[in-house]
């Protein structure tokens, strides 16, 4: 089953890019970022330079150094156990990577 992503409160800064018919790598960057904090913070350490607290799922500053771009794309499309598959759309998959990518250094 697929879920939709249920939009942040409020008007949401995409809105405005969206009517334009462009997103910037910025917003996209900002869009995975909410995703990562609603969807993925409960298993990952999702921020910047957070090591991962031990736990079985690394950190996403660690798999954005460690796995290039395909490999994260391919993993979030079809993730396998012990990560539940979210169901992610293209969008996010790419809003999600977009994101990670601003955690390599
Ligand atoms: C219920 C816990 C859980 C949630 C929620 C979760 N993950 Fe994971 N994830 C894991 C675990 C555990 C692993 C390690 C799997 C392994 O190494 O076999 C993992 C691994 C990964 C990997 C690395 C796969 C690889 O190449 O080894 C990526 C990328 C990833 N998760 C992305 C995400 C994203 C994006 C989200 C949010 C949409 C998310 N995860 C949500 C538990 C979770």
């Not at 800064?13 to 995703?35: H, I, N, Y």
């Not at 290039?68 to 079809?78: C, N, P, R």
Request: proline share 10%; charged share 25%; aromatic share 4%.
């Amino acid at each position: 089953m697929r879920r939709r992503v249920p939009s942040p409160a409020g008007a949401h800064p995409c809105d405005a890019a969206r009517s334009l018919g462009e997103k910037d790598a910025d917003d996209e960057a900002a869009e995975g970022r909410a995703l990562a904090e609603r969807w993925c913070a409960a298993c990952h350490a999702t921020g910047p330079a957070q090591a991962s607290g031990g736990d079985a799922a690394p950190a996403f500053a660690t798999l954005a150094a460690s796995r290039d771009d395909a490999a994260l794309a391919a993993w979030m499309a079809a993730p396998h156990p012990p990560m539940p598959d979210p169901g992610l759309s293209r969008d996010q998959i790419a809003a999600l990577l977009a994101y990670m990518k601003t955690l390599r250094n």
